[in-house]
Protein backbone atom coordinates (compact mmCIF):
# COMPACT_ATOMS: atom_id res chain seq x y z
CA UNK A 1 0.00 0.00 0.00
CA UNK A 2 1.33 3.42 -0.99
CA UNK A 3 2.15 5.82 2.59
CA UNK A 4 1.37 9.39 1.92
CA UNK A 5 2.53 12.35 3.47
CA UNK A 6 -0.79 14.55 3.56
CA UNK A 7 0.38 18.11 5.48
CA UNK A 8 -3.18 20.03 6.80
CA UNK A 9 -1.91 23.89 7.21
CA UNK A 10 -3.28 26.49 8.77
CA UNK A 11 -5.55 29.05 7.21
CA UNK A 12 -4.29 32.61 6.74
CA UNK A 13 -7.82 33.87 5.56
CA UNK A 14 -9.47 36.33 8.13
CA UNK A 15 -12.30 34.97 10.36
CA UNK A 16 -11.83 31.47 8.56
CA UNK A 17 -12.06 28.82 11.53
CA UNK A 18 -13.27 25.62 9.00
CA UNK A 19 -11.25 22.71 8.00
CA UNK A 20 -11.19 20.11 5.56
CA UNK A 21 -9.91 17.18 7.95
CA UNK A 22 -11.82 16.83 11.49
CA UNK A 23 -9.39 15.03 13.75
CA UNK A 24 -11.49 11.65 13.47
CA UNK A 25 -11.07 11.73 9.77
CA UNK A 26 -7.25 12.69 10.26
CA UNK A 27 -7.14 9.80 12.87
CA UNK A 28 -8.81 7.41 10.13
CA UNK A 29 -5.93 8.32 7.44
CA UNK A 30 -3.37 7.81 9.68
CA UNK A 31 -4.43 4.24 10.78
CA UNK A 32 -4.67 2.81 7.43
CA UNK A 33 -0.53 4.10 7.46
CA UNK A 34 -0.71 7.61 6.04
CA UNK A 35 1.50 10.38 7.59
CA UNK A 36 -0.95 12.85 8.01
CA UNK A 37 0.39 16.13 9.97
CA UNK A 38 -1.59 19.02 11.56
CA UNK A 39 -0.02 22.74 11.60
CA UNK A 40 -0.76 24.24 14.34
CA UNK A 41 -3.54 26.65 14.16
CA UNK A 42 -4.89 29.18 17.14
CA UNK A 43 -7.97 30.15 14.77
CA UNK A 44 -9.35 26.72 13.73
CA UNK A 45 -12.88 25.52 15.03
CA UNK A 46 -11.23 22.36 16.46
CA UNK A 47 -8.38 22.83 18.79
CA UNK A 48 -4.66 21.66 18.27
CA UNK A 49 -5.20 19.37 21.71
CA UNK A 50 -8.44 17.44 19.79
CA UNK A 51 -6.13 16.35 17.13
CA UNK A 52 -2.69 15.64 19.51
CA UNK A 53 -4.63 13.47 21.85
CA UNK A 54 -5.29 11.19 19.45
CA UNK A 55 -1.94 10.70 18.47
CA UNK A 56 -1.91 13.48 15.51
CA UNK A 57 1.47 14.65 15.35
CA UNK A 58 1.47 18.88 15.35
CA UNK A 59 3.73 20.73 13.28
CA UNK A 60 4.96 24.67 13.35
CA UNK A 61 2.42 26.90 11.13
CA UNK A 62 3.41 27.50 7.48
CA UNK A 63 5.96 24.12 7.91
CA UNK A 64 4.26 23.04 4.57
CA UNK A 65 6.41 25.74 2.89
CA UNK A 66 9.67 23.17 4.57
CA UNK A 67 7.90 19.96 3.86
CA UNK A 68 9.15 17.31 1.64
CA UNK A 69 8.41 18.00 -2.01
CA UNK A 70 6.27 14.75 -2.47
CA UNK A 71 3.93 16.18 0.57
CA UNK A 72 0.30 16.95 -0.24
CA UNK A 73 -0.84 19.63 0.93
CA UNK A 74 -4.57 19.77 2.32
CA UNK A 75 -6.73 23.31 2.56
CA UNK A 76 -9.60 25.31 2.31
CA UNK A 77 -9.39 28.64 1.23
CA UNK A 78 -6.48 31.13 -0.59
CA UNK A 79 -2.83 30.98 0.16
CA UNK A 80 -0.93 33.85 0.75
CA UNK A 81 -0.42 36.54 -1.85
CA UNK A 82 3.09 36.92 -3.01
CA UNK A 83 5.26 35.75 -5.67
CA UNK A 84 6.94 32.42 -4.23
CA UNK A 85 6.59 29.52 -6.94
CA UNK A 86 4.39 26.93 -5.62
CA UNK A 87 5.77 23.03 -5.14
CA UNK A 88 4.24 20.15 -3.98
CA UNK A 89 0.72 18.84 -4.91
CA UNK A 90 -2.11 21.32 -3.04
CA UNK A 91 -5.46 20.91 -2.51
CA UNK A 92 -8.11 23.93 -2.43
CA UNK A 93 -10.43 26.13 -3.08
CA UNK A 94 -8.10 28.29 -5.56
CA UNK A 95 -11.27 30.73 -7.27
CA UNK A 96 -8.86 30.42 -10.38
CA UNK A 97 -10.60 28.64 -13.08
CA UNK A 98 -13.51 31.53 -13.88
CA UNK A 99 -11.53 33.91 -14.28
CA UNK A 100 -11.68 36.01 -11.13
CA UNK A 101 -8.86 38.64 -10.33
CA UNK A 102 -5.15 37.08 -10.27
CA UNK A 103 -6.23 33.95 -11.97
CA UNK A 104 -3.33 34.44 -14.06
CA UNK A 105 -0.83 35.17 -11.77
CA UNK A 106 -1.68 32.23 -9.36
CA UNK A 107 -1.26 29.58 -11.72
CA UNK A 108 2.30 31.29 -13.05
CA UNK A 109 3.19 30.69 -9.70
CA UNK A 110 2.59 26.73 -9.81
CA UNK A 111 4.00 26.52 -13.33
CA UNK A 112 7.14 28.20 -11.49
CA UNK A 113 7.24 25.88 -8.97
CA UNK A 114 5.95 22.76 -10.80
CA UNK A 115 3.32 22.36 -8.34
CA UNK A 116 0.13 20.44 -9.15
CA UNK A 117 -3.51 21.91 -8.33
CA UNK A 118 -6.18 20.22 -7.41
CA UNK A 119 -8.98 22.50 -6.72
CA UNK A 120 -11.92 21.45 -4.95
CA UNK A 121 -14.58 23.49 -6.19
CA UNK A 122 -13.73 21.24 -9.73
CA UNK A 123 -13.83 17.88 -8.04
CA UNK A 124 -16.72 16.40 -10.14
CA UNK A 125 -17.67 12.86 -10.85
CA UNK A 126 -18.71 11.67 -14.37
CA UNK A 127 -22.00 13.20 -14.46
CA UNK A 128 -20.27 17.14 -13.79
CA UNK A 129 -21.76 16.87 -10.34
CA UNK A 130 -19.23 18.07 -6.97
CA UNK A 131 -18.56 15.48 -4.71
CA UNK A 132 -17.85 17.50 -1.76
CA UNK A 133 -19.50 21.11 -1.19
CA UNK A 134 -20.61 23.65 1.07
CA UNK A 135 -23.14 24.67 -0.73
CA UNK A 136 -26.22 24.08 1.86
CA UNK A 137 -23.87 26.04 4.54
CA UNK A 138 -23.25 28.90 2.22
CA UNK A 139 -26.69 29.22 1.45
CA UNK A 140 -27.85 28.25 5.25
CA UNK A 141 -25.78 31.16 6.46
CA UNK A 142 -26.40 33.61 3.62
CA UNK A 143 -30.19 33.87 3.78
CA UNK A 144 -29.88 34.07 7.48
CA UNK A 145 -27.57 37.04 6.63
CA UNK A 146 -30.54 38.57 4.47
CA UNK A 147 -32.68 38.08 6.90
CA UNK A 148 -30.38 40.09 10.38
CA UNK A 149 -29.84 42.70 7.76
CA UNK A 150 -33.16 43.31 6.75
CA UNK A 151 -34.44 43.57 10.17
CA UNK A 152 -31.50 46.20 11.12
CA UNK A 153 -33.22 48.27 8.03
CA UNK A 154 -36.42 48.43 9.91
CA UNK A 155 -34.91 49.38 12.64
CA UNK A 156 -32.75 52.37 11.07
CA UNK A 157 -29.30 50.38 11.74
CA UNK A 158 -26.10 50.12 9.43
CA UNK A 159 -25.66 46.67 8.88
CA UNK A 160 -21.80 47.56 9.38
CA UNK A 161 -22.75 48.51 13.30
CA UNK A 162 -22.95 44.41 13.68
CA UNK A 163 -19.68 43.96 12.48
CA UNK A 164 -17.65 42.04 12.87
CA UNK A 165 -19.61 39.29 12.83
CA UNK A 166 -18.94 36.01 14.69
CA UNK A 167 -19.69 32.46 14.29
CA UNK A 168 -22.33 30.58 15.49
CA UNK A 169 -22.12 27.59 17.85
CA UNK A 170 -24.80 25.90 16.49
CA UNK A 171 -27.21 26.17 13.57
CA UNK A 172 -30.35 26.01 15.98
CA UNK A 173 -28.52 28.83 18.09
CA UNK A 174 -28.32 30.67 14.61
CA UNK A 175 -32.41 30.08 14.42
CA UNK A 176 -32.99 31.15 17.58
CA UNK A 177 -31.14 34.27 17.25
CA UNK A 178 -32.93 35.07 13.92
CA UNK A 179 -36.17 34.37 15.20
CA UNK A 180 -35.57 37.13 18.58
CA UNK A 181 -34.30 39.41 15.86
CA UNK A 182 -37.48 38.88 13.64
CA UNK A 183 -39.84 39.49 17.24
CA UNK A 184 -38.30 43.17 16.98
CA UNK A 185 -40.51 44.24 14.04
CA UNK A 186 -44.09 43.78 12.76
CA UNK A 187 -43.65 41.57 9.75
CA UNK A 188 -41.82 39.33 7.24
CA UNK A 189 -39.44 40.44 4.63
CA UNK A 190 -41.24 39.22 1.44
CA UNK A 191 -38.03 37.04 0.12
CA UNK A 192 -36.99 35.36 -3.26
CA UNK A 193 -34.71 32.56 -3.56
CA UNK A 194 -33.10 32.62 -7.27
CA UNK A 195 -31.24 28.74 -7.29
CA UNK A 196 -32.99 27.68 -5.31
CA UNK A 197 -32.57 23.44 -6.09
CA UNK A 198 -29.07 23.77 -5.97
CA UNK A 199 -26.93 22.84 -2.85
CA UNK A 200 -26.82 26.95 -2.12
CA UNK A 201 -30.75 27.10 -2.82
CA UNK A 202 -31.27 24.13 -0.22
CA UNK A 203 -29.61 25.21 2.31
CA UNK A 204 -31.35 29.02 1.68
CA UNK A 205 -34.83 27.89 2.08
CA UNK A 206 -34.22 25.28 4.70
CA UNK A 207 -33.41 28.28 7.08
CA UNK A 208 -36.54 30.31 5.79
CA UNK A 209 -38.63 27.40 6.41
CA UNK A 210 -37.41 27.72 9.96
CA UNK A 211 -37.99 31.48 10.54
CA UNK A 212 -41.83 30.59 9.29
CA UNK A 213 -40.57 32.70 5.50
CA UNK A 214 -42.38 31.83 2.58
CA UNK A 215 -40.03 32.31 -0.20
CA UNK A 216 -40.36 32.39 -3.64
CA UNK A 217 -38.29 29.95 -5.51
CA UNK A 218 -36.90 30.35 -9.00
CA UNK A 219 -34.76 27.76 -10.88
CA UNK A 220 -33.17 27.95 -13.72
CA UNK A 221 -35.88 26.97 -16.07
CA UNK A 222 -36.81 30.57 -14.56
CA UNK A 223 -33.76 32.28 -15.38
CA UNK A 224 -32.04 30.70 -18.24
CA UNK A 225 -31.14 32.81 -21.21
CA UNK A 226 -33.39 35.49 -19.53
CA UNK A 227 -33.37 39.14 -17.96
CA UNK A 228 -33.27 40.93 -16.09
CA UNK A 229 -35.94 40.77 -14.13
CA UNK A 230 -37.85 43.54 -13.01
CA UNK A 231 -39.93 41.33 -10.22
CA UNK A 232 -37.15 40.86 -8.38
CA UNK A 233 -37.94 44.86 -7.10
CA UNK A 234 -41.17 43.18 -5.77
CA UNK A 235 -39.08 41.46 -3.19
CA UNK A 236 -37.82 43.10 -0.02
CA UNK A 237 -35.20 40.24 0.28
CA UNK A 238 -33.09 38.58 -2.57
CA UNK A 239 -30.79 35.42 -2.10
CA UNK A 240 -29.21 34.40 -5.00
CA UNK A 241 -27.80 31.15 -4.82
CA UNK A 242 -27.24 30.80 -8.55
CA UNK A 243 -24.16 28.78 -9.41
CA UNK A 244 -22.84 30.17 -12.88
CA UNK A 245 -20.63 28.88 -14.97
CA UNK A 246 -20.66 30.58 -18.04
CA UNK A 247 -21.91 34.42 -19.02
CA UNK A 248 -25.20 35.38 -18.53
CA UNK A 249 -27.71 37.79 -19.16
CA UNK A 250 -28.00 39.82 -15.79
CA UNK A 251 -30.86 39.34 -12.98
CA UNK A 252 -30.57 42.66 -12.28
CA UNK A 253 -29.22 45.79 -13.39
CA UNK A 254 -27.79 49.85 -12.49
CA UNK A 255 -30.50 50.86 -14.89
CA UNK A 256 -33.30 48.94 -13.20
CA UNK A 257 -32.23 50.12 -9.14
CA UNK A 258 -33.20 53.71 -10.42
CA UNK A 259 -36.57 52.49 -10.47
CA UNK A 260 -36.27 50.41 -7.51
CA UNK A 261 -38.84 51.46 -4.26
CA UNK A 262 -39.28 48.21 -2.08
CA UNK A 263 -35.82 45.79 -2.69
CA UNK A 264 -33.85 46.43 0.58
CA UNK A 265 -31.60 43.47 0.78
CA UNK A 266 -29.48 41.36 -1.95
CA UNK A 267 -27.37 38.35 -0.03
CA UNK A 268 -25.12 36.92 -2.66
CA UNK A 269 -24.41 33.78 -1.94
CA UNK A 270 -22.99 32.97 -5.48
CA UNK A 271 -20.05 35.99 -4.81
CA UNK A 272 -18.85 36.16 -8.00
CA UNK A 273 -18.06 40.18 -8.40
CA UNK A 274 -15.08 40.21 -10.53
CA UNK A 275 -15.65 37.31 -12.82
CA UNK A 276 -17.54 37.69 -16.24
CA UNK A 277 -20.15 34.99 -14.80
CA UNK A 278 -21.46 37.57 -12.43
CA UNK A 279 -25.39 37.80 -12.72
CA UNK A 280 -25.53 40.85 -10.28
CA UNK A 281 -23.23 43.46 -11.99
CA UNK A 282 -24.42 45.59 -9.87
CA UNK A 283 -21.33 45.67 -7.75
CA UNK A 284 -17.46 45.03 -7.74
CA UNK A 285 -16.01 43.68 -4.55
CA UNK A 286 -16.71 40.92 -2.13
CA UNK A 287 -17.64 42.14 1.58
CA UNK A 288 -16.12 40.90 4.56
CA UNK A 289 -16.43 39.77 8.05
CA UNK A 290 -15.21 43.01 8.98
CA UNK A 291 -17.59 45.13 6.56
CA UNK A 292 -20.42 42.28 5.56
CA UNK A 293 -22.67 44.89 3.70
CA UNK A 294 -22.42 47.73 1.01
CA UNK A 295 -24.65 50.29 0.46
CA UNK A 296 -25.80 50.42 -3.30
CA UNK A 297 -26.16 54.02 -3.92
CA UNK A 298 -28.42 53.89 -6.94
CA UNK A 299 -32.34 55.31 -7.13
CA UNK A 300 -33.80 56.62 -3.80
CA UNK A 301 -34.67 53.02 -1.86
CA UNK A 302 -31.80 51.84 0.29
CA UNK A 303 -30.26 48.68 -0.88
CA UNK A 304 -28.07 46.70 1.08
CA UNK A 305 -25.70 44.30 -0.58
CA UNK A 306 -23.52 41.26 1.26
CA UNK A 307 -21.36 39.01 -0.48
CA UNK A 308 -18.84 37.20 1.55
CA UNK A 309 -17.18 34.45 0.25
CA UNK A 310 -16.72 32.31 3.15
CA UNK A 311 -20.22 32.30 4.44
CA UNK A 312 -20.47 28.48 6.23
CA UNK A 313 -17.37 29.95 8.24
CA UNK A 314 -20.03 31.32 10.30
CA UNK A 315 -21.24 27.75 11.27
CA UNK A 316 -17.46 26.04 11.27
CA UNK A 317 -18.12 22.84 13.08
CA UNK A 318 -20.93 21.78 11.33
CA UNK A 319 -20.00 22.98 8.03
CA UNK A 320 -16.41 21.24 8.43
CA UNK A 321 -17.79 18.14 9.62
CA UNK A 322 -20.02 17.96 6.86
CA UNK A 323 -17.98 18.98 3.98
CA UNK A 324 -15.33 16.55 5.43
CA UNK A 325 -17.91 13.49 5.45
CA UNK A 326 -17.80 14.19 2.01
CA UNK A 327 -14.33 14.50 0.97
CA UNK A 328 -12.57 11.93 3.03
CA UNK A 329 -13.96 8.57 0.88
CA UNK A 330 -12.29 10.57 -2.27
CA UNK A 331 -9.48 11.15 -0.16
CA UNK A 332 -8.79 8.15 0.54
CA UNK A 333 -8.28 6.92 -2.76
CA UNK A 334 -6.46 9.92 -3.54
CA UNK A 335 -3.75 9.29 -0.97
CA UNK A 336 -4.09 5.24 -2.19
CA UNK A 337 -3.08 6.34 -5.86
CA UNK A 338 -6.25 5.48 -7.42
CA UNK A 339 -6.75 8.64 -9.53
CA UNK A 340 -7.55 7.27 -12.87
CA UNK A 341 -11.10 8.02 -14.33
CA UNK A 342 -11.83 9.93 -11.02
CA UNK A 343 -12.79 13.38 -9.72
CA UNK A 344 -9.05 14.01 -8.65
CA UNK A 345 -7.77 13.63 -12.60
CA UNK A 346 -10.83 15.78 -13.33
CA UNK A 347 -9.62 18.31 -11.27
CA UNK A 348 -5.57 18.19 -12.39
CA UNK A 349 -6.82 18.10 -16.44
CA UNK A 350 -8.49 21.37 -15.84
CA UNK A 351 -5.62 22.74 -13.70
CA UNK A 352 -3.57 21.94 -17.18
CA UNK A 353 -6.27 23.40 -19.31
CA UNK A 354 -5.95 26.67 -17.67
CA UNK A 355 -2.65 26.79 -17.38
CA UNK A 356 -2.87 26.69 -21.40
CA UNK A 357 -5.47 29.08 -21.54
CA UNK A 358 -3.14 31.37 -20.24
CA UNK A 359 0.06 30.65 -22.01
CA UNK A 360 1.96 29.95 -19.78
CA UNK A 361 1.94 26.06 -20.12
CA UNK A 362 0.71 23.55 -23.22
CA UNK A 363 -2.47 22.40 -22.58
CA UNK A 364 -2.90 18.57 -22.02
CA UNK A 365 -6.25 16.55 -24.46
CA UNK A 366 -8.62 15.11 -22.82
CA UNK A 367 -7.75 11.38 -21.47
CA UNK A 368 -4.17 12.24 -20.96
CA UNK A 369 -2.56 9.74 -18.20
CA UNK A 370 -1.83 12.59 -15.88
CA UNK A 371 0.48 12.16 -12.57
CA UNK A 372 -0.88 12.01 -8.81
Known amino acids: MLKRTLWLRHETKPFEERVALTPSAAKQLQLRGHDVRIEKSPTRIFTDEEYSRLGLPLVETFSWKDSPLDTIVLGLKELEENDDPLLRRHIYFAHCFKGQDGSQELLARFAQGDGKLYDLEFLVDQTGKRIAAFGVWAGFVGAGLGVDFWVARQLGVDPNSMAPLRPWTS ?19 KTIVIGARGRCGQGATKL ?10 WNST ?13 FDV ?8 NQTKPFLTKEMLELNTRLQVISDVGCDPTGPCNPL ?18 GKQDLWLTAIDHLPSLLPRES ?3 FCQQ ?25 YLHLGKHGIAPELSTGTSLPL
Open 238 to 245: LVNCALMM
Open 327 to 351: LLPYLENFLSGQIEDTPWERSLALF
Open 281 to 298: PIYDSITTMKHPANKINI
Open 320 to 322: SED
Open 208 to 217: LKALDIKAEC
Open 171 to 189: SEDMILYLKERLALVDSLP
Open 222 to 234: HTKNKGPFKEILD
